[in-house]
């Protein structure tokens, strides 16, 4: 981030800001396109630089995404990818004792992505408000819409990484890395400020999002959004009548459609980018493998099993790796990538009842998820420790390959439950921090 934050330049932004071509808006002709400077924007910014603003910070959302959940999913045991790089089967599983690499594309992707987000937002931010351009509640919108954003992008930098640079407002005055318990106090506090602008932001935003906001492009809706992220960062703080308190001002909903959230969308538009993570069926160069003990360990007739892969037809293997089952988790590479649905919500509230030891509130929210995946009602021990087992183990299968399993063990201390594919293999549960950022 050292590197971001002292060498990106404005031309990066507005590139950037090209990549989302679904995002139903339009823009009209700046001046100089072609050579944009970040001061252009910084002061006295117009409508249309701002609007542009905006897309960059959601079309930088999912730079490194694929890496990302691969990265993570393999240290999770989740999957294998299978590609012409030998460090995804080889590095990611510490093969013959190998350790992690600081300036390999897997440490050094996700980090960068998340940072350039949180970069483009800072500038949004600085640049709402040192314009004339828009009035008190517009800009609180754009503010709003920005601080949300990078508690968003903050989180998963602490779910990878375990720590996370919080004030990142000045490149050449860089805040220290902070801990997880620490920096997910930070990211709340950004959130109820982002709540305080959101509330001042009116009935409508000055800007438009992506498809993949519909529902959630209002002030009021983007708020719901708000308040899940927030309801997560309060449940990995272990502060569970915050979390249930956030949920209960999110879009959360028992009896709702589990698909309901905001989205990260893709097209094949010119300028704009595919699915990262959805892979050709039955391809043999590049494929994505699931873990065989994922498929193994289901329940019998879970159906995401066989909603989110499917069997390959023919069976492959590499570096020693061998696995049954493919990705189907997307079904073209347009599809768009959650990021953040009902489903998940639920399965929060479960975990905050369950640590709060309201036991049954906790199985009837399991329930819900269990019996939408062709389950019957949990019929096992109600106790804390067993309903822990079974929150877990449905986290572990309705959100598999999106980025959870990794980190969901590390916080519960079960890293060293994960199988061992071959001899001399290591478990790692985080990435390591990009060589470029070491203090």
């Known amino acids: 981030m050292k590197l971001i934050y002292r060498n990106i330049k404005m031309v990066y932004v507005i590139a950037v800001m090209a990549l989302i071509t679904t995002a139903s808006c339009t823009f009209d002709d700046q001046i100089d396109p072609n050579r944009p400077s970040l001061e252009g924007v910084l002061n006295n910014a117009s409508v249309d630089q701002l609007n542009n603003l905006v897309v960059g910070v959601e079309a930088a959302m999912r730079n490194g995404l694929g890496i990302q959940t691969t990265g993570s999913g393999t240290l999770g045991r989740e999957l294998y990818l299978f590609d012409a790089d030998p460090r995804n089967t080889g590095d990611l599983l510490g093969k013959n004792g190998i350790n992690l690499d600081n300036n390999s594309f897997y440490s050094t992707a996700p980090f960068a992505g998340r940072y350039r987000s949180i970069k483009n937002a800072n500038i949004l931010i600085e640049s709402a408000n040192n314009t004339e351009a828009i ?39 860089l805040g220290p890395f902070l801990d997880l318990g620490p920096a997910l106090a930070a990211i709340i506090t950004l959130l109820n400020d982002a709540q305080s602008d959101l509330n ?16 959630f492009n209002t002030p009021q809706t983007f708020l719901e959004f708000n308040r899940a992220v927030l309801a997560t960062a309060a449940l990995y703080a272990e502060d569970f009548p915050a979390t249930l308190a956030a949920l209960g001002d999110s879009f959360f909903d028992m009896g709702g459609d589990l698909t309901v959230g905001p989205k990260h969308s893709f097209s094949l538009n010119s300028g704009d980018v595919t699915n990262p993570v959805f892979k050709i069926p039955d391809n043999n160069g590049d494929q994505i493998i699931v873990h065989d003990s994922w ?32 990705t189907a988790l997307y079904a073209s590479n347009i599809s768009p990538i ?22 049954t509130e906790g199985v009837d929210a399991l329930n819900v998820i269990r019996n939408a995946a062709g389950l019957a009602d949990y019929a096992g021990a109600v106790t804390q420790q067993a309903l822990i087992d079974e929150m877990l183990n449905q986290r572990r299968y309705s959100l598999w390959a999106e980025n959870h399993r990794m980190f969901d063990l590390r916080r519960y201390n079960l890293s060293n439950t994960l199988p061992i594919d071959r001899p001399g293999d290591q478990i790692f549960n985080v990435l390591p921090t990009p060589l470029t950022e070491n203090e």
Do not use: C, M, W
Not at 135 to 162: C, N, P
């Open 135 to 173: 009035d008190a509640q517009q800009r609180a919108g754009y503010v709003g819409y920005a601080r949300t954003i990078i508690a968003h992008e903050l989180i998963d930098v602490l779910k990878s990484y375990g720590r996370a640079r919080i004030d990142v407002t000045d490149p050449d005055n």
């Open 200 to 215: 001042a932001a009116g009935t409508e935003f000055a800007f438009n999002l992506s498809s993949g906001f519909d529902g």
């Open 295 to 326: 498929v193994t360990d289901a329940e019998a007739g879970d159906t995401r099993v066989t909603t989110k892969t499917s069997v390959r037809t023919n069976p492959t293997s590499q570096d020693d790796l061998n696995g049954t089952n493919e």
């Open 338 to 359: 959650d990021i953040i649905r009902n489903e998940e919500l639920i399965l929060i509230y479960a975990e905050a009842n369950i640590r709060s030891n309201q036991l």
